[in-house]
């Protein structure tokens, strides 16, 4: 049973369906591209459902269930298939606190000393303001809990940012996923997505991507969810992979069991890499990331549902992974207005025609 109804979800069954374990993949709501998949069947059931989710997994006899988006994952879907002694990849809730608040983040990457940018958390707008104004810009905005990848503002003037804490703390554009902010610093360089999969002692590498926020053409226009994705991304060089490993991800795998929080699921670490080569943590994403999900999984030639059941049986130590040498690229297609308001159910033409 794969959770979700996006891209990321449809590459996840994709995948998932051609495992030599598998008969059908169930894909809850699904898509368009699900319901034509040949070994995937859609079921309509919502991914906040989690009665109607663990009841027809029981059922039905579902062996395995990955949850794709990150909603579900902060609301504790593990922990409620747990109960249920139902089995399903994905961290608990107190491990997807990584994601669901980036003040949690970022006190946990300080104090287990992982890279990341210099911050400051606030709920007072004035207390923000004057941080803001002695800060200067550029400078970067973030909401502390979950806004759809859309809840960041890379601020170019003092004004700016200085606006954005206001809409944010004011509750207005994100609710209560606003009212903590973190300002942070601007940090340049080029960004990578850096994706693992982690038993709870062991976190195994997926092949690198880098997806572009940008809603418009040559990196202009508001951050989105991901405009598109290719894997590999030719800034993750050899030595720029293990340096990742052993100051990010190692230790933020360790950190969270010396906290008490085993962390089993696919971990995403979002990175920028400056022009020395050093690594340091944007954010992180307690799942596969979408797009990326669907050209790093186009490259993917291990068994998704047997890497997926050795990290449940935190048996990845003698797991491997192996991917293809080709290129794999993922475009996004969104609907007139998007990120902002937008409408959505329109007819998609020519979806039989070669791109």
Request: glycine letters at 12%.
């Amino acid at each position: 049973l794969v959770v979700g109804g996006g891209g990321r979800e449809h590459a996840l069954a994709w995948k998932a369906s051609q495992s030599t374990h598998v008969e059908t993949v169930f894909v809850a709501p699904g898509n368009a591209g699900t319901a034509v998949e040949s070994g995937c069947q859609n079921v309509n059931i919502a991914v906040d459902d989690f009665g109607a989710l663990t009841n027809f997994a029981a059922s039905n006899e579902v062996g395995l269930t990955i949850v794709g988006p990150e909603g579900p994952l902060v609301a504790g879907i593990r922990d409620f298939f747990d109960a249920r002694e139902l089995r399903c990849f994905a961290p608990s809730r107190g491990a997807a606190q990584l994601e669901g608040s980036k003040a949690f983040s970022k006190e946990f990457l300080s104090r287990h000393q992982i890279p990341t940018a210099r911050y400051e958390t606030f709920t007072s707008f004035a207390d923000a303001e004057r941080y803001i104004q002695a800060e200067g810009a550029p400078i970067v905005i973030k909401a502390d809990g979950l806004a759809a990848g859309k809840g960041v503002v890379v601020a170019t003037t003092v004004a700016e940012a200085v606006g954005a804490a206001r809409v944010m703390l004011s509750g207005e554009r994100f609710g209560d996923a606003g009212r903590e902010i973190v300002v942070e610093e601007f940090l340049k360089g080029e960004e990578a997505s850096f994706i693992v999969v982690s038993d709870g002692d062991v976190a195994l590498p997926f092949a690198s991507s880098q997806d572009h926020k940008a809603r418009d053409s040559g990196d202009t226009g508001p951050n989105t969810g991901g405009m598109g994705a290719y894997s590999p991304a030719p800034v993750v060089s050899d030595d720029i992979h293990q340096q990742i490993m052993e100051t990010i991800i190692n230790p933020t795998v360790r950190g969270m069991d010396a906290d008490g929080i085993r962390y089993q699921g696919f971990l995403y670490a979002g990175l920028m890499i400056d022009s020395t080569g050093v690594a340091r943590v944007i954010e992180f994403n307690c799942r596969f990331g979408d797009p990326e999900a669907q050209p790093v999984m186009m490259r993917l030639e291990s068994d998704l549902v047997e890497l997926c059941q050795r990290a449940l049986d935190a048996e990845l130590s003698t797991a491997e992974l192996s991917f293809t040498e080709e290129v794999a690229l993922g475009v996004v297609l969104a609907s007139g207005g998007y990120p902002d308001d937008y409408k959505t159910g329109h007819e998609i033409h020519g979806m039989g025609q070669d791109i």
